[in-house]
């Protein structure tokens, strides 16, 4: 089986597997959620991972205090509750403290469309882009999803990562370097579409039909929101007339808010339509 073929959740757990195999210091902590390479985790390092059951309040808490006493900690859950129902703990017991903790939302978007409005993960985003401290990654492929374990490691302080389910595509041809925050998929034209996560292939498919139709559109994958990568204004946004974002979540708060801020601040002379929920 290629990378490519690989479900994006088992492409980050996989990588993180290695992790904790030379790392005793990471710990998962899960509330009752399920991936085939957290199996295999749970069950080759016991005093690794922590089921905490359907408690994601809870698991903030623990994580909290295994934080403080020198580990590194991933929580796990459905992307709307490891956000929103334990947003408190999270602002409180995580932020202030500026913990190494990384929360795994899981289900981005629509993922989990047929389990209702529930489990719809369109505000976590939003939410997540509150707190000064969280830094915020939306993954588009499966070798990012690797990366993104030793980023997140490394970052050293509370980290938001937006998982989706599926396999994904593969994209080790674009450079990924998380300081940057973004890769260019297709070159900058007049009109450019940002995007990340789930969305950046299907925007990747929309740019290739416009193309066969005589418009041409860059393609650009903004997947670390937050901090919002700087150089993002000089290379792209100064150099487009028209760009359009494209977000599987609320474009209250969303990646369309962010660029609005952007180009509200610098004055940017180019236009922004928002696609989203």
Not at 19 to 30: A, F, P, T
Not at 94 to 111: K, M
Not at 131 to 156: T, Y
Request: aromatic letters at 10%; proline letters at 4%.
């Amino acid at each position: 089986m290629t990378l490519d073929q690989v479900d994006i959740r088992d492409a980050f757990f996989d990588q993180l597997y290695f992790r904790g195999l030379n790392n005793k210091n990471i710990v998962i902590l899960s509330a009752d959620m399920d991936a085939f390479s957290l199996r295999k985790f749970s069950k080759d390092f016991p005093n690794q991972y922590i089921n905490v059951g359907v408690s994601e309040q809870n698991m903030i808490n623990i994580a909290a205090g295994l934080a403080l006493s020198g580990k590194t900690v991933f929580c796990y859950s459905i992307a709307s509750f490891a956000t929103l129902r334990c947003y408190e703990q999270i602002k409180v017991n995580l932020c202030s403290l500026n913990l190494p903790v990384i929360i795994i939302g899981a289900g981005a978007g629509f993922s989990f469309g047929y389990d209702g409005p529930t489990h719809h993960g369109l505000q976590d985003l939003s939410s997540m882009r509150l707190l000064p401290e969280m830094s915020i990654l939306e993954l588009s492929s499966n070798e990012l999803a690797q990366k993104s374990v030793d980023f997140s490691i490394d970052n050293k302080g509370p980290t938001y990562i937006r998982l989706d389910k599926g396999p994904f595509p593969n994209w080790e041809e674009y450079e990924t370097n998380f300081e940057k925050g973004f890769r260019i998929l297709k070159p900058l034209q007049e009109i450019n579409l940002i995007s990340n996560g789930y969305m950046s292939k299907v925007t990747l498919k929309v740019a290739n039909k416009l193309k066969a139709n005589g418009i041409k559109c860059g393609v650009i994958d903004l997947f670390r929101i937050k901090p919002f990568p700087k150089s993002l204004y000089d290379e792209v946004i100064n150099n487009s007339k028209n760009i359009i974002s494209i977000e599987e979540s609320c474009k209250t708060g969303g990646l369309g808010s962010a660029l609005s801020e952007i180009i509200a601040q610098n004055l940017a002379k180019c236009n922004l339509k928002v696609i989203g929920s």
